[in-house]
């Protein structure tokens, strides 16, 4: 092995010795590298254009006592999974599995005199693992599948995050809003964690399972939108918002003017005064005197806002039966306009 041999040496030249596609994973089944393919098959697809599984290529694993097996072995076809024949050769370091070198033979032309090559380049390629020298370094392994489920669920990237993070199956996830030590970055300054069940305060509230990564994102930013807006959670997390989840929650579609026309009215004033004047006195349940010093306003210049306020409106914040109408129509204004853009 020369100082500048590598996986991707490894396929390419058994490849071309062949003329046959190659493929090398890890202990996971996680296609670390692979030759140019041709007459590839369903699970080959699979691995290689989708980074995944088929239940057909873990069943294989185990059908075949692959995990047991010490040099190469012959995999026959399997019509009902769309499945070519081929080799497979464990690769193991100290006698641990770490990975996995197949070629696919859909025309059955390996005879016995190719099975050393196999195994010649099964031995190159555990050379190549036990140097460190793999063609992906773990973090950007990591990187690719947490920015998988932060797209949408996704059970195989799961799967593989557990293994690249030396995680127990059943871990769950939150997404926090401030970084600390640890964590995987996700878009907008957020982060996500592994905890237990059971773990209190995150951002995006109560833990989820790791392949739910994406709603406890959303989560995390919706809260904190909801924060920007005003919101005064006794705790800034998901689980404390309360009443500001139905504004969170509230469909694109809905007009806060649907809510409430009033918020038509204050909206169209060429100052913001009257409308934070009316968040704020809706805020405090009405205290007229907090409202004022909350604002730095005299008793009579907030008295005078009221009743413009009741005019353009037609709600009297003091006593009329509309102010929670009118207060959600507020709160979904004030949501909307915290939007990061």
């Given amino acids: 092995m020369g100082t500048g041999d590598t996986l991707q040496a490894v396929v390419d030249e058994l490849a071309q010795r062949l003329d046959l596609s190659v493929l090398i994973e890890d202990a996971s089944q996680w296609a670390l590298c692979w030759s140019a393919q041709t007459d590839v098959d369903d699970v080959r697809l699979q691995s290689i254009l989708r980074r995944g599984l088929t239940r057909a290529a873990e069943e294989m694993i185990d059908r075949f006592g692959l995990r047991q097996a010490q040099g190469p072995v012959h995999v026959p076809a399997v019509p009902e999974a769309k499945m070519a024949p081929r080799w497979c050769v464990p690769l193991r370091v100290d006698g641990q599995l770490v990975g996995w070198l197949w070629v696919l033979d859909p025309r059955e032309r390996i ?31 990591l990187r690719d599948v947490v920015g998988r489920l932060e797209r949408g669920p996704d059970a195989e990237a799961a799967r593989r995050l557990t293994v690249l993070a030396r995680l127990s199956d059943d871990i769950c996830v939150v997404v926090e ?165």
């Avoid at 016995?112 to 950007?140: C, H, T």
């Fill in 111 to 141: 005879e016995e005199a190719d099975v050393p090559d196999l195994a010649a380049a099964a031995e190159r390629a555990v050379r190549v693992i036990a140097a460190g020298s793999m063609p992906e370094d773990e973090d950007r392994q």
């Fill in 177 to 341: 809003g401030q970084s600390r030590l640890g964590g995987w970055r996700l878009s907008g300054g957020l982060t996500a964690y592994p905890v237990e069940a059971g773990y209190e305060g995150a951002t995006s509230g109560q833990p989820l399972p790791l392949v739910e990564l994406r709603e406890a994102a959303r989560r995390a930013r919706l809260t904190l939108q909801a924060l920007r807006a005003g919101a005064l959670p006794a705790r800034p997390s998901w689980d404390c918002l309360h009443a500001w989840r139905l504004v969170a929650e509230a469909p694109a579609e809905l007009d806060p003017a649907e809510i409430h026309p009033g918020v038509a009215a204050l909206r169209r004033q060429k100052t913001r005064d009257l409308l934070t004047t009316a968040r704020t006195f809706l805020d405090l349940g009405g205290d007229v005197q907090g409202t004022a010093e909350a604002l730095h306003l005299h008793r009579t210049t907030l008295y005078y806002r009221l009743d413009r306020i009741h005019d353009l409106t037609g709600v009297d914040l003091r006593n009329s039966p509309a102010r929670p109408d009118l207060d959600l129509a507020l709160r979904l204004v004030a949501f909307r306009d915290a939007a990061t853009p």
